[in-house]
């Protein structure tokens, strides 16, 4: 009965082989998926339509994008709140912050007024019409897959963040896009 592979054992008959390096996806020959990796897919694409539909309800309920409505909902939630400080409650670049905001001040959403001791400083608050926007968005305001990542246990986002950081490193990616909210692009 053949032994079940062990890749710490070596055999005097054959050499054992180092490790392939990964392979970029963007190279990656097409090849045939194994039943695990199916499956694997199959539960990313659930992960992704399910997100892509919330941000779909809350554009056809409330006209805006998916971040613009997280934004919408802490500045409402933390009153005067600052572009640095909108930025890292979202966790994204402060540079994208601006972005999101500038979109949200010519719209209306959201008012701005400076600091009385220190000019630079913006307070942001939320306007009558960006109060309307979040009374008719669906939730979460935050969206779908940061709630339930939120929902989880800490032993299974350990494991999950390991297991994606496994994942990330086979693909060709760009690490600063791991501060641009889903549904945005890093522009």
Do not use: C
């Amino acid at each position: 009965m053949p032994r079940p592979y062990d890749p710490g054992m070596q055999s005097a008959k054959k050499p054992v082989r180092a490790p392939a390096k990964p392979v970029r996806a963007s190279a990656t020959p097409e090849v045939e998926l194994s039943d695990s990796a199916m499956r694997v897919l199959r539960r990313f694409r659930i992960v992704f339509n399910a997100v892509k539909a919330h941000f779909r309800a809350v554009e056809k309920r409330a006209g805006i994008a998916g971040a613009q409505l997280w934004a919408l909902s802490v500045i409402r939630d933390q009153p005067g709140i600052g572009v640095g400080q909108l930025a890292k409650a979202m966790d994204i670049h402060q540079s994208t912050a601006s972005n999101l905001l500038k979109q949200l001040l010519e719209d209306g959403l959201v008012v701005s007024d400076r600091a009385h001791a220190d000019k630079r400083l913006v307070h942001l608050q939320l306007s009558a019409n960006g109060a309307k926007a979040l009374r008719k968005a669906p939730g979460p305001f935050t969206g779908v897959l940061p709630s339930a990542l939120s929902h989880l246990d800490a032993r299974v986002l350990a494991r999950l963040d390991r297991d994606l950081g496994a994942l990330i490193a086979l693909l060709d990616t760009d690490d600063r896009s791991a501060r641009v909210p889903l549904g945005q692009s890093d522009r």
